[in-house]
């Protein structure tokens, strides 16, 4: 067993593009072009019914799906109630709603269409 | 007598003042530091928003002054000036009624922000680069093969106190979205990367054509500005930013890096300004009278400005001024 001093070695943060996967993202994408042209306003996260009560925050979401970061994404995405007042919002009108439900089916956590 | 209006600078503004000040009647000289006409745009390829070819914009330019028999000096640099005279730099003078300023801009030096080593690292571009390769039909290749990644930065010489150029070029943005989709389309297979401080599409069909880019061609965006650049062991170039949408640090490398180079002022605007008695502006570009009514003059008597002179401006916005610029002169002398 190994001994625990107490300390560890931090994961790096850096969201490194040369190693993650973009075929998760892609695949939304592909359905879904029009979340490319999100422009981070934030309209979504501030009309959020959920994000008033918790952490989650879909446009951080969608972005970091988009570079191929994934972890703790299953906890995140199921905070979403799916009330679609994010998608009343979008000036960019994407829909955010769709958006949700097409990163479930694609993180495996819905059965596909 | 024909009354002369002198022209310094032989680009598309001057040669737009010219043609206009010919048709009324007057006579413009035209006064143009390289062998040939058409300033800048002459090493450009395609013009946002429409990919439209920026030749056909100097050849009928060059055409309307030729047909005119409108008089030109290429191969003269003016050094001193003021509403009645030129002096060139080998001593010459000419002498006139009236001057329009049109000598432009200066692109920025993108070796200056050697923190992306541009001129230190194989394929690191401009975006004049790209122009001009465009136009040449030699876009690079990586080891003869097409580029698999490709990264374009925004704002490089703009908004940067770093290097005394506080002022936004404006026309880069929507350059970099227009070379972003020339280059996708050359190399389909290629993934690209915008990183961009703001995006700033404040023309007519430049929001359509930056929505275009992000649908059709996937141009990813990335909010946030490449720190530096450094090359990796197989002669690419690693860059690293912070994506700020999502708060966290984002590192990648790349086949080719482009630099959106911006507009800065000329080197020499100093000299022409204070032997004119004319006024700059703190971005080192020459102070118009007002931004409005007086927006084409200066503020000496008989001396007007037309184009990037006065600051960074797009194509269509430098051809207007000409034609206010070569209207005012008109006006001006009429009266003498």
């Known amino acids: ?113 | 007598m024909t009354k002369r209006i002198l022209i310094i600078g032989g680009g598309i503004a001057g040669m737009r003042s010219a043609v206009s000040l010919a048709d009324a009647g007057l006579h413009p000289v035209v006064i143009e530091r390289e062998a040939v006409l058409g300033g800048k745009v002459r090493n450009w390829h395609a013009l946002f928003p429409t990919f439209t070819p920026a030749a056909g914009i100097v050849e009928e330019l060059r055409a309307a002054v030729a047909a005119r028999g409108i008089e030109v000096l290429t191969g003269c640099t003016a050094v001193r000036f003021d509403a009645r005279r030129v002096e060139l730099a080998d001593g010459r003078t000419i002498e006139g009624d009236a001057a329009i300023l049109a000598s432009g801009f200066t692109l920025f030096d993108a070796g200056i922000k050697e923190e992306y080593g541009y001129g230190l690292y194989e394929h690191v571009y401009t975006s004049a680069d790209i122009e001009r390769m465009l136009l040449a039909g030699t876009l690079p290749t990586v080891n003869g093969a097409a580029p698999r990644r490709i990264a374009f930065l925004h704002c490089v010489g703009s908004r940067d106190e770093k290097v005394c150029q506080k002022h936004c070029s404006r026309v880069c943005c929507i350059t970099g979205v227009k070379q972003a989709m020339e280059l996708k389309q050359r190399f389909p297979g290629a993934e690209i990367f915008n990183f961009y401080m703001d995006i700033r599409m404040f023309g007519p069909g430049y929001e359509e054509l930056y929505r275009e880019a992000q649908l059709r061609s996937n141009i990813h965006f990335i909010r946030g500005r490449i720190s530096e650049a450094a090359p990796t062991f197989d002669g690419r170039i690693q860059i690293k930013a912070e994506d700020t949408l999502t708060g966290r640090p984002l590192r990648m490398s790349v086949d080719l890096l482009v630099l959106l180079v911006g507009m800065r002022a000329n080197d020499d605007n100093a000299a022409l300004a204070a032997s004119a008695g004319l006024e700059t502006a703190p971005s080192g570009f020459l102070a118009p009278r007002d931004l409005f009514l007086g927006n084409i003059r200066s503020s000496v008597e008989g001396i007007f400005y037309a184009g990037t002179i006065t600051a960074p401006k797009t194509i269509g916005e430098t051809l207007n001024e000409a034609v206010a610029a070569a209207e005012a002169v008109a006006a001006y002398l009429k009266n003498r």
Do not use: W
Not at chain 1, 54 to 60: A, C, I, P, S
């Open chain 1, 1 to 113: 067993m190994a001994l625990d001093f107490g300390y560890g070695i931090s994961k790096p943060r850096t969201i490194d593009l040369d190693r993650n996967e973009f075929y998760k993202g892609n695949a939304v994408l592909g359905k879904m072009p029009e979340l490319q042209s999100c422009i981070g306003c934030g309209s979504c996260t501030a009309t959020c019914t959920a994000g008033a009560l918790t952490d989650f925050n879909f446009r951080r979401l969608h972005t970091l799906i988009r570079r191929g970061e994934f972890k703790g994404i299953y906890d995140e995405i199921n905070k979403c109630m799916l009330c679609g007042k994010c998608r009343l919002t979008c000036p960019r009108g994407i829909n955010t709603r769709g958006v949700v439900q097409l990163i479930k089916r694609n993180m495996g956590y819905l059965q596909p269409e």
